[in-house]
């Protein structure tokens, strides 16, 4: 455990609602006077929860990117910079400070039986932080960090070390949680699971066991964490509530972004709109579903059903496209497509009600500020899948294909599919009646479609199939499918159209934190994190 920080500048509770995931600070208390004595517990356990949102929020945003989740405009590096992690960096370590606060506060108050519930949770979420960095960064300082006075400038640690003593912090994280049980401990605010129970900090801390021994390849650690308590029901998903307050905003990210008066920001990948067949049926890939995605008109909205044309459509005669255009009235872009940028925003495909609280597509023909406030819209009450029962399954099954882990792969696929569909319907409420709601039966129709390739498919092909269905399931979250490529290079995703350079393994040391450490080298995008032994990605 580190030592605890003499001084420790405590932010006040912020809310990171952005697309960058920064916002105004309001400080109640002086920062100087923030002290174990008079810090409210809550009040800290409050700000890491929320500063760990808005550190989920700028991991997801480029990889979401470059992993054509959405179109990726131009080269990687214009995409991943050495100012991409600076936010992400910096309210990491202040995170890390106000945690050690909290195990102060912990230790002071022993006497009475100390917080442990506070503490074990605040010890999942900086596992997850740490485990984070080095998914990112590799190394990075840890054993050194946020002791200003003693390592002013700290060294890093090795990636594989950082994520050994995460995996050591959960088990403490765990202990604490359970002791709070036997002391009728003080309940903290829950902001991601809702009414407080240990039980799901519990599930979390044991399926991030699973999640990093995936990524170590360690069919006995995943084996051992899927033995207890894991997230595995919808129930019990790792999530960030959104709403639709606008003063001060606290609506989703992908909302404001997308449904204000001038429309959709992003354009959409056609990779993933490919995937999801919602186009044209002869799309490049034959590992193709036959049948359109049922969450199709969830992700999506369609602001215009026709086709582009003109201006609208400068790839038109382009050899060098995959797509240009998948049909369907789908107005998105191939991978690093460069093409200039037309006046598009109230007609270009936008983002539907799951998971960022939008529209739901219901053939419209509507820009989205005419129904950013009807009865099909959420109006930005959405959330940010941070690790969801889909993924737990989708990650057991990779294990049991890749590393020999327990489990049946072909069942956890099935039941991954069917955890993403029914959290989708259920997410959208009411706004999806109707005629294209989804329904029971195309579920089904669905999950035998991928079951059919499945079984067809050799030892590579299953592993494909997999790998696919928890990329499209991830809609929303950049983090888990770039770490899904590094570890498999699955699924098979779209070239650059254009010579995009190297494929980033790994983002770049903020600038900021380089200039100003000299026991900081800036890392090279090319160079891997210890735990990616996958060969050539583009």
């Known amino acids: ?20 995931e920064t916002s105004e600070l309001e400080l109640l208390v002086s920062p100087n006077d923030v002290t174990v004595d008079n810090a ?10 929320l500063t760990f949102n808005g550190v989920v929020g700028t991991y997801s945003g480029a990889s979401r990117a470059i992993t054509r989740q959405v179109n990726q405009f131009s080269t990687y590096n214009s995409t991943v910079t050495n100012n991409t992690l600076n936010s992400a960096w910096s309210n990491s370590y202040q995170m890390f400070s106000n945690i050690d606060l909290l195990i102060g506060i912990d230790e002071a108050q022993a006497e009475t039986g100390g917080i442990p519930y506070h503490v074990g949770v605040s010890q999942v979420i900086e596992a997850y932080a740490y485990m984070l960095l080095v998914d990112y960064l590799d190394q990075v300082p840890f054993t050194e960090a946020v002791q200003p006075s003693e390592f002013p400038n700290p060294n890093v640690d090795s990636g594989a070390s950082i994520y050994a003593a995460q995996l050591e912090l959960l088990d403490e994280a765990i202990a604490n949680l359970n002791l709070g049980n036997s002391t009728s401990a003080r309940s903290p605010e829950d902001l991601f699971f809702g009414d407080f129970n240990a039980t799901n900090w519990i599930a979390l801390a044991n399926t991030l066991k699973i999640r990093a021994n995936l990524n170590l390849g360690n069919a006995a650690g995943i084996n051992a964490a899927a033995a207890g308590n894991i997230i595995d029901e919808n ?12 003063d001060p905003s606290s609506i989703h990210p992908f909302f404001s972004s997308s449904y204000g008066a001038s429309g959709a920001g992003a354009r959409m990948s056609n990779q993933l709109l490919d995937f999801m067949n919602v186009g044209t049926p002869d799309g490049i890939f034959p590992e193709t579903n036959p049948n359109v995605d049922p969450r199709a008109r969830y ?21 060098t496209y995959d797509y240009c255009y998948v049909g369907n009235g789908y107005w998105g872009r191939d991978h690093a497509d460069d093409e200039g940028l037309p006046n598009d925003g109230l007609a270009r495909t936008a983002y539907g009600v799951y998971p960022g609280g939008g529209a739901f597509d219901a053939d ?10 009807s009865p099909e819209s959420l109006s930005g009450a959405g959330i940010r899948p941070i690790y969801l029962a889909s993924f737990t399954h989708f990650a ?10 327990n489990g049946n792969p072909r069942a956890l696929l099935e039941l991954g599919i069917r955890r993403s569909m029914n959290k989708v319907r259920d997410f959208a409420g009411s706004t999806d009646s109707g005629e294209f709601a989804m329904t029971d039966g195309d579920i089904n129709t669905y999950v035998g479609n991928v ?7 050799n030892a590579d092909g299953k592993l494909a199939v997999v790998a696919r269905e928890h990329f499209i399931a991830a809609w929303g979250n950049g ?19 254009i010579p995009a350079g190297a494929f980033p393994r790994s983002f770049q040391y903020p600038e900021t934190e380089v200039d100003g450490n000299p026991n900081i080298q800036q890392r090279s995008v090319s160079s891997k994190v210890f735990w990616d032994t996958t060969g050539s990605l583009d």
């Open 1 to 20: 455990m580190k030592n605890l920080l003499k001084i420790t500048l405590l932010s006040a509770v912020v809310a990171f609602f952005t697309s960058c």
């Open 40 to 49: 409210d517990p809550n009040f800290v356990l409050n700000d890491i929860q």
């Open 235 to 246: 129930s019990e998903d790792f999530q960030f509530g959104y709403s639709t307050v606008t």
């Open 299 to 319: 992700y999506f909205y369609r602001q215009d059903t026709s086709d582009p044309s003109g201006s609208n459509l400068p790839c038109l005669g382009n050899n």
């Open 364 to 373: 419209q023909n509507m820009p989205t500020p005419a129904v950013a406030s």
């Open 396 to 405: 057991l099954a990779e294990g049991a294909l890749t590393v020999g882990s």
């Open 451 to 457: 079951l059919a390739e499945y079984d067809a498919a």
């Open 479 to 497: 983090t888990e499918p770039y770490n899904l490529y590094r570890r498999t290079g699955l699924p098979d995703l779209q070239d650059p159209i």
